[in-house]
């Protein structure tokens, strides 16, 4: 079996299909990466962009080459973790098991009143009954088969909190031979992933994590002065799941009620803290956690839910199965469109009310990671998040330019005011638009404009996906462009976006660290080895300059100095070759170092000093310092990996240490 060091993310589609995903191997073998992790690769609907909608998983998809070119691709020597998708699949007659009633009966959960369970709000997504053992069997055959002949190494489960029974189905993927899984599971800040027979989640609590680790706490008031009056973000999320629950989901509603009409139940689906809990269907058993969040429920559903004969075990199940995509279209997809103080914290699993988080805390959860779940992925950058790590980091910078902020987006009001019509985009608007601006600069008018209409729809308070207010949506568009070409716009923005930068290399620079020496396995989302200020999808499935890339890792092999161009390339190199020197830091200890608050310290083992700064003024120490944290040996006995680093960004840049053998 090939050693976990790190995992790198490629989508793939029509225009990328296994055989260019073999022609960029080399590549990231010399980057340092040891496994691809490939997006759905079963078949799926023709013209899929991303191979969720699947119609056949009974075979590999014809649209990228075929089951042969899989195979010729595992056998380039990077090992292979493949996306599979036991949730639902697409309806329609290119799947033979919704064309046939009587599959269609067997292998789909279907609502005798007539429709059937959707993948959150997409109707053309129905749910798969993967719950019984002959479906489950028919739908992982081919899966199962790949794992057997080793061309797949491991699996990430889509959409986990799906599923009637989560911990059962993935006790019986390990039961079938498949010993690496991770889930899609989205951990809220302060929850803990159960008990389950997997690697652990695909990484996002860390993504969340390293964010608000960065964040400079002490620009809070200037930017909420910013925004103004404004409800914070536990209000606006349960005001959008709220209005999930009574408009989008109705037809969920309705089949719940059908199986116990129960008093408050839909405010009882908008309330859950979590994705999801895990209550056994029959025994009503749950863990403490799960009875913890039940408990914020109104009492006639908690009581329903925890009372054994108080409603059917199938309304338990499909409660349980609602409550997810509630939160996913409520928060992900609505309040965090509408929620605008600092947007670098409106990412998935994310708490834009928790303003921050201090290095102690990062610690206990890396120490807790480390024992629990040493083979967690750690993302950054993933084909879901709203904004790649490289944007948020230049939002994010703002909390340290809090007040200037605040000033000169006073000022840039004043230009809206003058390029706007009919009132759009409104003052929250506004700030959307600008934080999107410091995050992509350069943009060109085309991408920022797909993604306001996007955005727009998403936060559904002047315009929706169902009734778009098309008027309203280029008005915002063309008051944007307005803005963006206006030479007094250019003036102040330009001048601070320097500033931005200034910092937010150093936030990205850091974040890469945390992410390739910290607890966990790291994960690169294709291109993200360079700078990459991608938006949300579709913008971040942009095709990837392979040939660039290869050329760049050639120059810095063969001794070119790194500048701020290829600096992350550079520091993704040089980490990922100190975890294979490492073993991938495979049962090595994490330990933290006593230093001030502004700087995140540890060890890895006997053999690595990291050190990052975490604030903007804050600066690394050097190997001569190393001492002062109680770290043996002296100077010359280290070597900072990252130094090359120094002519560009000084000081104030992460610095990993690595013990000097002799």
């Given at each position: 079996?090939?050693?976990?060091?790190?995992?790198?993310?490629?989508?793939?589609?029509?225009?990328?299909?296994?055989?260019?995903?073999?022609?960029?191997?080399?590549?990231?073998?010399?980057?340092?990466?040891?496994?691809?992790?490939?997006?759905?690769?079963?078949?799926?609907?023709?013209?899929?962009?991303?191979?969720?909608?699947?119609?056949?998983?009974?075979?590999?998809?014809?649209?990228?080459?075929?089951?042969?070119?899989?195979?010729?691709?595992?056998?380039?020597?990077?090992?292979?973790?493949?996306?599979?998708?036991?949730?639902?699949?697409?309806?329609?007659?290119?799947?033979?098991?919704?064309?046939?009633?009587?599959?269609?009966?067997?292998?789909?959960?279907?609502?005798?009143?007539?429709?059937?369970?959707?993948?959150?709000?997409?109707?053309?997504?129905?749910?798969?009954?993967?719950?019984?053992?002959?479906?489950?069997?028919?739908?992982?055959?081919?899966?199962?088969?790949?794992?057997?002949?080793?061309?797949?190494?491991?699996?990430?489960?889509?959409?986990?909190?799906?599923?009637?029974?989560?911990?059962?189905?993935?006790?019986?993927?390990?039961?079938?031979?498949?010993?690496?899984?991770?889930?899609?599971?989205?951990?809220?800040?302060?929850?803990?992933?159960?008990?389950?027979?997997?690697?652990?989640?695909?990484?996002?609590?860390?993504l969340v994590d390293a964010?608000?680790?960065?964040?400079?706490?002490?620009?809070?008031?200037?930017?909420?002065?910013?925004?103004?009056?404004?409800?914070?973000?536990?209000?606006?999320?349960?005001?959008?799941?709220?209005?999930?629950?009574?408009?989008?989901?109705?037809?969920?509603?309705?089949?719940?009620?059908?199986?116990?009409?129960?008093?408050?139940?839909?405010?009882?689906?908008?309330?859950?803290?979590?994705?999801?809990?895990?209550?056994?269907?029959?025994?009503?058993?749950?863990?403490?956690?799960?009875?913890?969040?039940?408990?914020?429920?109104?009492?006639?559903?908690?009581?329903?839910?925890?009372?054994?004969?108080?409603?059917?075990?199938?309304?338990?199940?499909?409660?349980?199965?609602?409550?997810?995509?509630?939160?996913?279209?409520?928060?992900?997809?609505?309040?965090?469109?509408?929620?605008?103080?600092?947007?670098?914290?409106?990412?998935?699993?994310?708490?834009?009310?928790?303003?921050?988080?201090?290095?102690?805390?990062?610690?206990?959860?890396?120490?807790?990671?480390?024992?629990?779940?040493?083979?967690?992925?750690?993302?950054?950058?993933?084909?879901?998040?709203?904004?790649?790590?490289?944007?948020?980091?230049?939002?994010?910078?703002?909390?340290?330019?809090?007040?200037?902020?605040?000033?000169?987006?006073?000022?840039?009001?004043?230009?809206?005011?003058?390029?706007?019509?009919?009132?759009?985009?409104?003052?929250?608007?506004?700030?959307?638009v600008l934080q999107t601006?410091?995050?992509?600069?350069?943009?060109?008018?085309?991408?920022?404009?797909?993604?306001?209409?996007?955005?727009?729809?998403?936060?559904?308070?002047?315009?929706?996906?169902?009734?778009?207010?098309?008027?309203?949506?280029?008005?915002?568009?063309?008051?944007?462009?307005?803005?963006?070409?206006?030479?007094?716009?250019?003036?102040?923005?330009?001048?601070?976006l320097a500033r931005v930068?200034?910092?937010?290399?150093?936030?990205?620079?850091?974040?890469?660290?945390?992410?390739?020496?910290?607890?966990?396995?790291?994960?690169?989302?294709?291109?993200?080895?360079?700078?990459?200020?991608?938006?949300?999808?579709?913008?971040?499935?942009?095709?990837?300059?392979?040939?660039?890339?290869?050329?760049?890792?050639?120059?810095?092999?063969?001794?070119?100095?790194?500048?701020?161009?290829?600096?992350?390339?550079?520091?993704?190199?040089?980490?990922?070759?100190?975890?294979?020197?490492?073993?991938?830091?495979?049962?090595?200890?994490?330990?933290?170092?006593?230093?001030?608050?502004?700087?995140?310290?540890?060890?890895?083992?006997?053999?690595?000093?990291?050190?990052?700064?975490?604030?903007?003024?804050?600066?690394?120490?050097?190997?001569?310092?190393?001492?002062?944290?109680?770290?043996?040996?002296?100077?010359?006995?280290?070597?900072?990996?990252?130094?090359?680093?120094?002519?560009?960004?000084?000081?104030?840049?992460?610095?990993?240490?690595?013990?000097?053998?002799?």
């Open positions: 079996m090939t050693p976990l060091l790190a995992t790198y993310r490629l989508q793939l589609n029509a225009a990328f299909t296994f055989d260019d995903a073999r022609r960029v191997v080399p590549y990231l073998r010399d980057l340092g990466v040891s496994h691809l992790y490939l997006s759905p690769v079963l078949q799926a609907r023709t013209g899929s962009t991303h191979g969720y909608d699947v119609v056949d998983p009974t075979r590999v998809s014809a649209d990228l080459g075929g089951e042969d070119a899989l195979r010729l691709l595992a056998a380039e020597g990077l090992a292979l973790i493949v996306d599979i998708v036991p949730n639902h699949m697409a309806i329609g007659d290119a799947n033979p098991f919704w064309c046939d009633p009587e599959l269609r009966a067997r292998f789909f959960d279907l609502d005798p009143a007539g429709g059937h369970r959707r993948f959150f709000d997409i109707d053309d997504l129905a749910g798969v009954r993967v719950e019984d053992p002959e479906v489950f069997r028919v739908t992982h055959a081919k899966i199962l088969e790949l794992a057997r002949d080793d061309v797949i190494a491991g699996v990430r489960v889509d959409h986990v909190d799906g599923l009637a029974d989560p911990a059962s189905y993935l006790a019986r993927l390990r039961a079938a031979g498949v010993d690496l899984v991770w889930v899609e599971k989205i951990v809220e800040p302060g929850e803990t992933l159960p008990p389950w027979p997997v690697a652990g989640t695909t990484g996002y609590e860390f964010d608000a680790l960065f964040v400079d706490t002490r620009g809070r008031a200037a930017l909420d002065a910013a925004v103004g009056d404004r409800p914070s973000f536990h209000a606006v999320a349960s005001a959008a799941k709220a209005e999930q629950v009574q408009t989008t989901f109705q037809p969920e509603v309705g089949r719940l009620r059908r199986l116990a009409d129960l008093e408050q139940l839909e405010e009882g689906l908008a309330a859950l803290p979590v994705y999801r809990t895990y209550i056994d269907a029959e025994s009503r058993a749950c863990s403490t956690q799960d009875a913890a969040a039940i408990a914020e429920l109104p009492p006639s559903v908690a009581g329903a839910l925890r009372g054994r004969n108080a409603v059917p075990a199938e309304f338990v199940v499909r409660f349980q199965q609602t409550t997810g995509a509630v939160m996913a279209k409520g928060v992900e997809d609505t309040a965090m469109y509408r929620h605008v103080r600092l947007l670098a914290l409106n990412e998935v699993g994310g708490d834009p009310d928790r303003f921050g988080l201090s290095v102690d805390d990062f610690h206990a959860v890396s120490e807790r990671r480390v024992r629990d779940w040493p083979q967690n992925l750690l993302a950054a950058t993933t084909h879901d998040t709203k904004r790649s790590a490289d944007t948020r980091a230049r939002i994010g910078a703002l909390a340290a330019l809090a007040t200037e902020w605040h000033r000169l987006v006073d000022e840039w009001r004043v230009l809206f005011a003058e390029h706007r019509r009919a009132g759009a985009p409104d003052d929250d608007e506004q700030l959307f601006l410091v995050g992509t600069w350069p943009i060109s008018r085309q991408r920022v404009g797909a993604y306001l209409v996007k955005a727009l729809r998403e936060a559904k308070r002047h315009s929706n996906w169902i009734r778009p207010d098309t008027a309203w949506e280029q008005d915002v568009v063309d008051a944007t462009a307005r803005v963006m070409d206006d030479t007094r716009f250019h003036q102040s923005f330009l001048p601070f930068l200034a910092i937010a290399d150093r936030t990205a620079l850091g974040q890469l660290v945390l992410r390739c020496t910290g607890a966990g396995m790291p994960d690169v989302y294709q291109g993200d080895e360079l700078w990459n200020q991608a938006l949300v999808d579709p913008d971040n499935r942009r095709p990837v300059d392979w040939e660039l890339r290869r050329v760049l890792l050639d120059e810095l092999r063969y001794g070119a100095a790194p500048g701020r161009f290829s600096a992350k390339l550079f520091a993704t190199a040089a980490l990922l070759a100190l975890r294979r020197r490492c073993g991938g830091f495979a049962d090595v200890a994490y330990t933290s170092l006593p230093v001030p608050g502004d700087v995140c310290a540890y060890t890895r083992g006997p053999g690595v000093v990291v050190v990052v700064p975490v604030r903007a003024e804050a600066v690394a120490m050097d190997a001569t310092e190393l001492h002062e944290l109680g770290v043996p040996g002296d100077a010359a006995g280290w070597r900072d990996i990252l130094a090359p680093l120094e002519a560009t960004y000084g000081r104030r840049r992460p610095a990993v240490f690595e013990r000097v053998t002799s």
